[in-house]
Each structure stands twice: as C-alpha cells, then as structure tokens.
C-alpha cells in the first residue's frame, strides 16, 4: 500500500508519495493539464511542535494505525515538518470550514469525526458519521461557499463507483446526493470560482456537480497520475 498524506491549507488534499502538483484555476477549465512543481519531498522525522501559519504552511495527517501523524507542509518546497500524533487512526481526508476549523474522518470504524489543531496537530473528537445502512468508507472532503461538508465516499474496498454524500458536522449524518460515475475519486476541492474539483487517480481531474454528485473528467485525453488529492491555496493555484 502506498503512503497516503492528507494535506489541508485553505481546504484540504491527500498527496500519495507527497509529490506536489500545481495549476491555476484558470488553466483547469481549458485543459485541465496539471504541472508538477517540484521532485517528490518525503517527510523527515522532524522534532514536533514546530509553530506555523496555516496561511502559509499546509496542515497534514498521514493514513496510520495506532494513531495518524500530523505535519506542518511547506507548499513550495513540499517539505514536510511532523508535528506529533492525532490520537485518532486511518484518517483519510481533511477539510478546512469558513471558521477555519479543520475536519477530518475516519475511513475505518468507528467512523470517527474529529477537528486537529493546526498548532500541534492534536485531534478532538466532534461526533461519529453514520450514513445509514451504509459503511461510510471516506476518501476526501470539501466545504462549499455555503458552509456544506460534501464527502467522496467509496461504497466498495477500493472499488466501486464512488458517491457523493452531504454530512452534518453537527450529528454526523449523510445524506447522499449521488453517484459521480468515476471509481478512483479521492481528492475533492472548490475552487476559488466555487466549482467543484475531484481527482480521480485511474482518470485524473474533474469537475463534480455539488448538486446531483455527476463529475465529468476536464481532459480525458491527458495522462493521469495517482495523486491522492488536490487543494486550492489562498492565490487561486491547485496543489
């Protein structure tokens, strides 16, 4: 299995092998052609505590059991400094709401909702996600403009047509809005315009319709890459 890092500045990505991509918002809708920005950066063994700006810097937390690390990710180099433990296991997603709280869900049981503190890395349990009498397996999050937690949810162990669902922060419960037809999504993102992005890792980006869940790939033509997911910084570019 891949090292998956779940990365967070103004929303929140997941970066398999930390290697950084960058694009503007700009250039998706014409080609949808993403650029890598530097030589993949693996994260050091850094002392934690290292204070920083979550302007500046992009939060993180890595896919672990017993317990997820957390990090601190220079955006322009993609050099990473840890930070310390989460507290909470496999966490696969990350998402920053309008206050600046950060989410973040559980892919396994008991499908824990947590915040993590952007300072020290520490996660605080907010609620459990229950989507029904579905197994809520999380793969990315996003908040829209509106405030709205919409989720990437695989109904199958890494296969299957992956679902978008819309999760109360407050009890926990999804509801699903639907089915985006793609099967490898796991990045999602809003754009600076308010379009929806997703990168799905067998066919790369797309554009996802918050309304009904359907995404279509920006450039079936261009070559893809197993990123595990995608953010938009404050200047409008997509890591």
Known sequence: MSRNVILCLLACIVIGAATAV????????DDGVVEEATSPQLFPPCPPGTPANAADKIIAVGYSVPSSPSYHID?????????GGSGFPKLNSLARDGMGEVYTIQEGAPYAMATIDPDTGVGTLVTFVSFGSVTPRIRGLAFSPEGDLLAIHNPGTGTGVDELYL????????????????????????APSGTLYAWDIFEGLLIVDPETGFATDVNPEAATQEIQSIVFGPEGKLY
């Open 22 to 29: 960058v694009a503007s918002d700009s250039d998706l809708n």
């Open 167 to 190: 999760v109360d922060v407050e009890t926990g419960e999804g509801t699903l809005i639907g089915s985006t037809t793609f099967e490898g999504v796991q990045g999602l993102a809003f």
């Open 75 to 83: 955006p322009s180099t993609g050099q990473g400094v840890f930070l």
